[in-house]
């Protein structure tokens, strides 16, 4: 066995003498300029790729729920969605910003790259019910975002209100550009609900069931949960 | 008779609003030597309407209540003794040993109050408060002596008038020396920073004040304003030659002119204590007792001694 020596600072070297003149030199920043951003009025520069809102091109997604997988706080929930009377094919991920923890493994883990991300980060709302509509929502087109982005540049949530009608099941974006967005939820989970089953070849057909849709939806959930 | 309540009520409201201004200045200048912006001057003053506009007020009877009054009153009292420029009423009574024990009062009242709420943390506070007062008295007491020797009279007014023709107090050596205790002291009757052990945020939650809140809090704000312009008015008087100008022929720009003079001293005051409050850390009880017996007791005293001399 060899010694081994180990450098250990002597303590007089790191002991200070106390002093009651020192502490005065903590005046020297008296007239400096003070470090602060006056948020307000002045406006922070966020990092590049500082981890924000989602962003989802809904032509890429394809359903393949592996960001609903990897979410550590479960936040994501595949949504069956009807744009314009048109079915997606795939369902899309709706994610919960009340749970999310934006440490985008869902981006990372995309396989075809349609769930990205922008810088904004600011997402404040009031107490009320239709307010906190805001904290789930089916994250829009990334060109989209930068458009709103370049128009508003206060790292703010794109969308100004979301509005979540329960009998219809119809969600409503209203941008903060003025665009309103609108699609329909028809359900949720990885397999397709009985509404979107049949392709919509005739929109008589689609429209006669919209009148039984919140029973079957219903329905469905309530299994989807107890499975 | 009439003429001199409505002074006393002018004397009130300029020294409730200059305190308030104080207030500001301290959180001002605290933020600038942490290299923060602070907030707005005004600040206090909207904290103050904010508590005295609170719902609801608890109270834990009769002397809880009558502990904020009483130390109020005894502040307003002590104000009125102090003669400011030349306008005060009652400066003829105004002798040294008064204007002192009346400054100290209203730590009394709190104290009262406090302990009456019987919450441990008020009565640790208050303990803490007492032992504050105790340990000052010492300095305080050489630091009179020290005045009413050199100058031969106990009256405020009077010392005043003396420093019109001597000098200021601190330009006399051991006026100096006593000046130096003095300023000590006023750091724990401040409650600022190394002899802040009373309220101590942070380490025993504000201790006396931690049950007030709402209006009794907000009068509490309302006699820290006016216990700020007290004390530094009164050690403005004693030790900065106080002020009585002459120089004009109407006695309202005299008045104005003195009062201006009197706030540029306070200020000078006060900006001494801000920064011995910033940049030293608190002592604890013991540490600041031993403190007071020690470094302002041998100073007042050499002091009282070189005065008599």
């Known amino acids: 066995m060899e010694e081994i020596d180990f450098k250990v600072a002597p303590e007089s070297k790191i002991k200070k003498r106390p002093s009651y003149i020192k502490p005065w030199l903590g005046l020297k920043y008296l007239f400096k300029k003070p470090v602060t951003i006056k948020i307000p009025y002045e406006k922070t520069q966020i990092a590049k790729n500082y981890r924000g809102f989602h962003s989802l091109d809904w032509k890429k997604c394809i359903g393949c729920n592996f960001c609903g997988q990897i979410c550590p706080a479960r936040a994501i929930e595949m949504t069956w969605i009807e744009v314009d009377g048109k079915v997606e094919k795939r369902p899309h991920p709706k994610i919960d910003y009340g749970r999310c923890t934006f440490c985008e493994f869902c981006v990372d883990v995309c396989p075809t790259g349609a769930l990205g991300f922008v810088e904004n980060f600011m997402l404040t709302t009031e107490w009320k019910d239709e307010e906190l509509e805001l904290f789930d929502w089916v994250p829009i ?16 949530f794109p969308v100004g209100k979301i509005e979540f009608n329960k009998e219809t099941k119809e969600v409503t974006y209203y941008l903060r550009d003025g665009d309103v967005f609108k ?8 397999r397709p609900p009985a509404a979107a089953k049949p392709k919509p070849a005739a929109p008589k057909a689609e429209e006669a069931k919209k009148v039984k849709k919140p029973e079957e939806k219903k329905g469905q959930k309530s299994e989807e949960n107890s499975s | 008779m009439l003429m001199t309540a409505v002074r006393a009520f002018l004397i009130l ?16 200048v605290t933020a600038r030597i942490h290299r923060r912006v602070g907030p707005p001057i005004y600040q206090p003053i909207l904290d103050t309407i904010k508590l005295l506009s609170k719902k609801s007020n608890i109270t834990h009877g009769l002397i809880y209540d009558f502990g904020i009054i009483y130390a109020l009153g005894a502040t307003i009292l002590a ?9 005060s009423i009652l400066r003829a009574y105004g002798d040294l040993i008064l204007i002192t024990f009346l400054l100290e009062i209203p730590m009394l009242g709190i104290m009262f109050a406090a302990m009456s709420s019987g919450n441990p943390w008020a009565g640790l506070g208050a303990q803490r408060a007492l032992l504050t ?3 000052i008295q010492v300095p305080l007491g050489f630091a009179i002596v020290a005045l009413a020797e050199f100058y031969g009279t106990f009256s405020t007014y009077e010392i005043v008038m003396a420093q019109q023709t001597m000098g200021w107090s601190i330009t006399h050596m051991p006026l100096l020396l006593v000046a130096i205790a003095y300023d000590l002291v006023l750091q724990a009757m401040f409650g600022k920073e190394p002899f802040d052990i009373m309220i101590a945020p942070g380490e025993i939650s504000l201790g006396p004040m931690v049950e007030f809140g709402g209006k009794h809090m907000g009068i509490l704000q309302i006699q820290h304003a006016i216990a700020l312009f007290a004390e530094t008015l009164f050690f403005a008087n004693i030790f900065l030659g106080g002020a009585v100008v002459t120089a004009f022929t109407s006695p309202i720009l005299n008045t104005i002119a003195s009062l201006a003079i009197l706030l540029v001293k306070q200020i000078a005051v006060l900006m001494i204590a801000i920064f011995v409050g910033a940049i030293f850390p608190r002592f604890t009880i013991d540490q600041a007792a031993r403190f007071y017996w020690k470094w302002p007791t041998i100073l007042a005293a050499a002091g009282a001694i070189l005065a008599a001399l």
């Open chain 1, 141 to 156: 087109h990334p060109d989209k975002l930068r458009e709103i982005n370049e128009k508003f540049p206060d790292y703010r």
């Open chain 1, 183 to 190: 699609f329909k939820i028809l359900g949720y989970g990885v």
């Open chain 2, 13 to 28: 409201l300029y020294a409730v609003f200059v305190g308030f201004m104080f207030m500001g200045i301290i959180r001002i």
């Open chain 2, 79 to 87: 104000l009125m003794f102090i003669p400011i420029g030349g306008v």
């Open chain 2, 133 to 135: 007062l105790l340990a």
